[in-house]
């Protein structure tokens, strides 16, 4: 089954204890990204990747990392996490304009952070 | 930077009604448009995507139109169904190909 996995689904740690949230899918695509979600903001992006070792900065990347090591996988990274950061986080990816043309995005599940 | 308003916010009809859901943005130089569902606690699942040079896209009861040179979008979702209560999103990718930009959503309930 096509799709796109995120771990975890939950989590609440607290201020500064750097934590990973993994991103994999399934269906050789090129292009993936990650999304915060906030109520009254919306969606916004933070980081997106065009291709492994190709990443690039989002609307709000201040406090995240990410790295693109394989094509299946596309980790978010927040090395001191801050209250400002709890938030509703999605991944998603599609094939590339390179590939074809930007197909539907396809999203996880979402993971929701709380950072107290 | 690009920016994406929808309108209404929020929407309440009875069941079988035919409806519109209004997607604006302010730069014209665009990949393609898309229109994803969310259900509550859930993610996003694609509905209709429109690419720059297309003018429509149909699903089922979904019809999407795509007006580039004025910056709109309009969903219409045909004899409405509880079943269609969801928050509906749209967004746009940039000329490049590379950031999406996404609209408040509307929040539509179907009343039985």
């Known amino acids: 089954e096509a799709q796109v996995t995120q771990n975890p689904r939950y989590l609440i740690t607290v201020t500064g204890k750097k934590l990973t949230v993994t991103c994999s899918q399934n269906m050789n695509h090129e292009y993936m990204s990650w999304y915060r979600q906030d109520p009254g903001l919306g969606l916004r992006q933070i980081y997106y990747s065009m291709n492994v070792e190709v990443t690039d900065k989002g609307d709000v990347p201040e406090g995240y990392k990410v790295s693109r090591k394989e094509k299946r996988n596309f980790p978010l990274i927040l090395e001191s996490p801050s209250p400002n950061q709890t938030s509703l986080y999605f991944c998603a990816s599609s094939l590339s304009a390179e590939q074809g043309g930007h197909q539907p995005q396809h999203f996880g599940d979402g993971t929701r952070l709380s950072i107290l | 930077k690009q920016e994406v308003t929808q309108i209404p916010a929020a929407l309440s009809v009875p069941e079988g009604e035919n409806l519109v859901l209004n997607c604006s943005f302010t730069?014209?130089?665009?990949?393609?448009l898309q229109w994803f569902r969310q259900d509550p606690g859930k993610g996003l699942t694609s509905l209709l995507l429109?690419?720059?040079?297309?003018r429509e896209q149909t699903s089922g009861r979904l019809n999407a139109s795509l007006d580039k040179s004025s910056g709109r979008s309009t969903l219409y979702i045909a004899a409405s169904q509880p079943g269609d209560s969801a928050t509906y999103l749209c967004?746009?990718?940039?000329?490049?190909?590379?950031?999406?930009?996404f609209g408040g959503g509307t929040r539509l309930m179907v009343k039985p």
């Open positions: 429109i690419q720059s040079s297309q």
């Open positions: 967004a746009v990718f940039d000329n490049a190909g590379n950031m999406l930009t």
């Open positions: 730069d014209s130089a665009i990949y393609n």
